[in-house]
């Protein structure tokens, strides 16, 4: 090697890898310049969506800035919905009238912004649940806004909004006990069912798993069905009072058939099974009516069938009739609930094929045991007759009905 030569390094070059270095976060930037495309637009949401869309903003990054924009007209502060230092503009949510027409427009204009961006929905349910549950830092108006935005955004189904992230957040006992999410929850409730029905508002009740609790919207104090009437009827909701009251009965129904159901697989006294279902009938009022045809399904429940054996399964649901009869007659107590009974007993026998041949048989039986009185069973053949399997069974019963008939003669 030459003197004049430089030394070199021999063996293998080693490329490092270049670190990826993130950009600073500039949530201000980003809204000021969300803030400037308001402005140049004068709010018209059109226009605005457009230039949003063709914008290079990292939308990634900054998504509940973007949101705060849009609900509050600029940035927040962390924690609160105070207004942060900043551009701001008047188009926002919150700055419209507390009205659907003007609030309309800014939920249509989010769906459009989700259709391109659906990643969005995310950073929109992060904000929702910040300021639901931070309700109290609002003014009674902007509260009806959110209300009444809410409400637009689950009619217009908004792209992806699930219902617990509106009801949940809802449920903090501060908020609740000051009233404030009953009158969230009031003007939601009036402005859904402006366009929807109450069943499309009980499906969105039910996916929010608040179906069954109601009432946890209300201060404790007032956490009574009765509370809960006065102040939807006050509201003009009376047919989410109506479904609440049909809810509440479904439920005390049920809990007398659990009851009386353990009671008979038990095979208590039937002295105990009338003074518990009577304690049912009087605490929650139930229909005498309701009360017969639930007690007739739950004496069939408890009938022990064996396959396909006619004769054995005629002779365990006969043997049950007998056995509970009094219990039925306790409850029977007027020609219009004996008439209720024969309808239920028809079409159970019209629905079970186990039934089918049995009906003459247990109207005899209970006929026999004073359930149904003979004026009873002439009127049900002769035009009282429920229209399912109507031909069949009048005709299987037209032998002990012309029974009962030449005996009315002799007498």
């Not at 500039?26 to 226009?47: C, H, R, W």
């Not at 908020?175 to 069943?199: M, P, Q, R, W």
């Not at 008439?339 to 039934?355: A, N, P």
């Not at 041949?357 to 009282?384: C, M, Q």
């Amino acid at each position: 090697m030459s003197s004049k030569e430089k030394p070199t390094l021999g063996g293998t070059r080693i490329k490092t890898r270049k670190r990826n270095i993130a950009a600073p976060l500039d949530p201000a930037a980003f809204a000021d310049a969300v803030v400037q495309i308001y402005l140049d637009n004068a709010g018209d949401l059109e226009l605005v969506a457009k230039n949003i869309e063709s914008s290079e903003l990292n939308f990634s990054r900054y998504g509940d800035t973007f949101f705060e924009v849009v609900f509050t007209g600029g940035r927040t502060q962390p924690g609160t919905t105070k207004p942060d230092e900043g551009e701001r503009h008047p188009y926002s949510i919150i700055d419209c009238e507390p009205k659907r027409e003007a609030i309309l427009p800014s939920v249509i204009y989010i769906q459009k912004i989700l259709r391109r961006k659906p990643f969005l929905i995310k950073n929109l349910e992060n904000v929702m649940r910040r300021f639901l549950q931070s309700l109290e830092l609002f003014e009674e108006n902007e509260r009806k806004k959110l209300a009444i935005f809410t409400a637009l955004a689950f009619s217009q189904k908004l792209s992806g909004l699930p219902p617990e992230t509106v009801f949940q957040p809802l449920l903090k006992d501060n908020l609740v006990g000051k009233g404030l999410v009953l009158s969230f929850i009031t003007d939601f409730f009036k402005e859904y069912l402006v366009d929807n029905s109450l069943d499309d508002l009980i499906a969105i009740l039910k996916r929010g798993k608040m179906e069954d609790n109601l009432l946890d919207f209300f201060p404790s104090s007032k956490r009574s069905a009765e509370a809960f009437s006065e102040h939807f009827t006050n509201a003009g909701l009376l047919p989410l009072v109506e479904y609440n009251e049909k809810k509440i009965f479904e439920v005390k129904l049920k809990e007398m058939k659990t009851a009386v159901t353990t009671q008979i697989s038990d095979e208590a006294d039937i002295a105990e099974v009338i003074e518990t279902v009577k304690h049912h009938v009087n605490e929650a009022k139930l229909p005498e009516v309701e009360v017969v045809r639930l007690l007739w399904d739950v004496i069939m429940d408890a009938v022990q069938w064996s396959g396909k054996n006619q004769q054995q399964n005629a002779n365990s649901a006969i043997r049950q009739v007998k056995t509970w009869a009094e219990l039925l007659n306790t409850f029977c107590t007027s020609g219009k609930l004996e008439l209720e009974l024969m309808y239920k007993i028809q079409v159970q026998c019209y629905d079970d094929t186990k039934l089918m041949k049995l009906f003459p048989e247990i109207v005899r039986s209970l006929y026999d045991l004073d359930v149904l009185a003979e004026d009873t069973i002439l009127f049900w053949f002769r035009k009282g007759t429920h229209p399912k399997g109507r031909q069949t069974f009048v005709k299987s019963l037209e032998p002990f009905v012309k029974w009962l008939e030449e005996a009315e003669e002799e007498e």
